[in-house]
């Protein structure tokens, strides 16, 4: 039988090497961790236990919760903070956020992919609520080797796991976190693009303060050059995360994270760890790229709470810069 025509993935304007793929016990592989730089780690069994996971499965076990589900007209899932919108006069969400069983959420799904308006993203975080099956698979991650990680590199807490449930074809736009990610794939087929944090000038982000504190403002897919023409000096790193693969996502690291189109449905389970605050730590020169945007975010914030006012920040700092001496 013909292989379906599957369109190729997007071809970028930028370049894209391949993020390393190693046996998650690879000496080279927790160098690349301890190095905060990006692998995918095959073999490690992390969430195993939950790769039977599919819509049915979920939907019988976990009938009693109400999950947060988003919903775009488009394929974009641009996240932002609704607590920052009242400061952005002009700010429109680009999604509708709902709260559904996952029988109801299934539902929708199948509507919209036949009636291909509107697309979906169920993210909940994983807690009390789900059904015993769940419980047992959760308990059964390989908790052992991911504790072992954090204690190692010296993370902080576990913050949360997001099960996160995609419709194909679903795009999260570049952004950055504030946390350490091991991004586990359960079915489906994610396409992950990651910059590291010296790219930060040519992903162009959004004010700390607006409510898209935390994306860029390009869309990669179609970006506009004569706003952002540094676009076209990214060089960036790309993984396809088949189900078992764990990517790790370093903090500060911007990353795109697609579902293919013609492969179906993605269930993905992140595991966010926050870091210690860097009092404990001697500080090192020359600063790592990801220090000087946790300081360019603080002299924002500091600076935008001076002013009282997000639109006097710019005009601010520009002030204090240009026409300076270099
Ligand atoms: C887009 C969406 C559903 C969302 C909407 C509103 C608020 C938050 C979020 C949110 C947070 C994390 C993800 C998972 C992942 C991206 C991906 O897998 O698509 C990612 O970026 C990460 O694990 O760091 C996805 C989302
Ligand atoms: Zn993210």
């Known amino acids: 039988m013909a292989a379906e025509a599957v369109d190729p993935p997007h071809r970028y304007k930028f370049p894209l090497s391949k993020v390393p793929r190693l046996p998650y016990d690879d000496p080279q592989a927790q160098r690349l961790i301890s190095a905060q730089q990006p692998v995918v780690l095959t073999g490690s069994g992390l969430v195993d236990s939950a790769l039977h996971w599919n819509l049915d499965y979920l939907s019988d076990n976990m009938a009693n919760t109400q999950f947060t589900v988003y919903q775009s007209d488009n394929y974009y899932f641009k996240y ?41 993203y169920l993210q909940q975080p994983l807690t009390e609520g789900v059904g015993d099956k769940i419980v047992q698979d959760f308990v059964s991650f390989n908790w052992r080797w991911i504790s072992k990680q954090q204690k190692e590199n010296n993370w902080g807490p576990l913050s949360s796991n997001l099960l996160l449930v995609g419709m194909a074809g679903n795009i999260t736009p570049v952004h950055y976190d504030e946390q350490q990610n091991f991004f586990a794939q359960l079915r489906g087929v994610k396409r992950c693009l990651l910059f590291a944090p010296d790219q930060f000038k ?33 060089k960036g790193f790309e993984a396809t995360l088949h189900p078992g693969d764990v990517l790790y996502i370093p903090i500060y690291w911007w990353h795109q994270i697609e579902s293919l189109p013609q492969k179906g449905v993605t269930i993905s389970i992140n595991f966010w760890y926050k870091v210690r605050n860097s009092c404990q730590q001697t500080v090192t020169y020359p600063l790592a790229a990801s220090q000087k945007i946790a300081i360019m975010r603080n002299i924002e914030k500091m600076v935008t709470d001076a002013l009282g006012d997000i639109n006097e920040v710019a005009p601010f700092m520009r002030t204090m810069v240009l026409g300076r001496v270099d």
């Open 80 to 120: 932002y903070e609704a607590r920052k919108i009242p400061q952005q006069k002009d700010f429109v969400s680009p999604t509708i956020q709902m709260q559904m069983s996952f029988p109801e959420f299934v539902e929708k799904l199948k509507e919209a992919q036949c009636s291909k308006k509107h697309w979906l």
């Open 202 to 234: 040519s992903l162009y982000p959004f004010p700390v303060y607006h409510p898209h504190d935390r994306q860029s403002q390009v869309n990669l897919e179609n970006p506009n050059l004569e706003k952002f023409p540094k676009v076209l000096e990214l």
